[in-house]
């Protein structure tokens, strides 16, 4: 009895060894980039400039992302300036980016929303 149990727990360890080392070859590299990202959008009365903050990615092709993230942006309606946090929908082919951010508004609860492009530079970890 001792045999086959050793012989159950040997075969157990071996075949999840061999199954984790088949799926270490399978699985794709990780790798780390630093990204930024620095646009310009236009809504009705107001302008924007934005740089890009945090972003939620679904990756659909090496130069082709759709996500949704957060906008540092100054802000300038009517001739004043000051700072906003928008948040935006966002499209990344290749270098350039389609955003379409949207800004806390007067009065309180009031969003408005806005149409933009900027450009994405991105220095890959060696």
């Given at each position: 009895?001792?045999?086959?149990?050793?012989?159950?727990?040997?075969?157990?360890?071996?075949?999840?060894?061999?199954?984790?080392?088949?799926?270490?070859?399978n699985?794709?590299?990780?790798?780390?980039?630093?990204?930024g990202?620095?646009?310009?959008?236009?809504?009705?009365?107001?302008?924007?400039?934005?740089?890009?903050?945090?972003?939620?990615?679904?990756?659909?092709h090496?130069?082709f992302?759709?996500?949704?993230?957060?906008?540092?942006?100054?802000?300038?309606?009517?001739?004043k300036?000051?700072?906003?946090?928008?948040?935006?929908?966002?499209?990344d082919?290749?270098?350039?980016?389609?955003?379409?951010?949207?800004?806390?508004?007067?009065?309180?609860?009031?969003?408005?929303?806005?149409?933009?492009?900027?450009?994405?530079?991105?220095?890959?970890?060696?």
């Amino acid at each position: 009895m001792k045999i086959v149990s050793i012989f159950l727990v040997a075969v157990f360890f071996f075949s999840t060894g061999w199954g984790q080392e088949k799926l270490k070859n399978n699985s794709p590299q990780m790798q780390f980039s630093l990204d930024g990202m620095i646009g310009a959008s236009f809504g009705k009365n107001f302008y924007t400039l934005n740089i890009g903050g945090p972003v939620l990615f679904l990756n659909l092709h090496k130069d082709f992302k759709v996500g949704v993230g957060l906008l540092p942006s100054i802000y300038s309606e009517n001739g004043k300036f000051g700072t906003k946090l928008g948040m935006s929908p966002r499209v990344d082919y290749k270098s350039l980016v389609f955003i379409l951010p949207f800004f806390p508004s007067q009065p309180f609860g009031k969003w408005v929303g806005s149409v933009g492009i900027g450009y994405k530079f991105q220095k890959k970890a060696k």
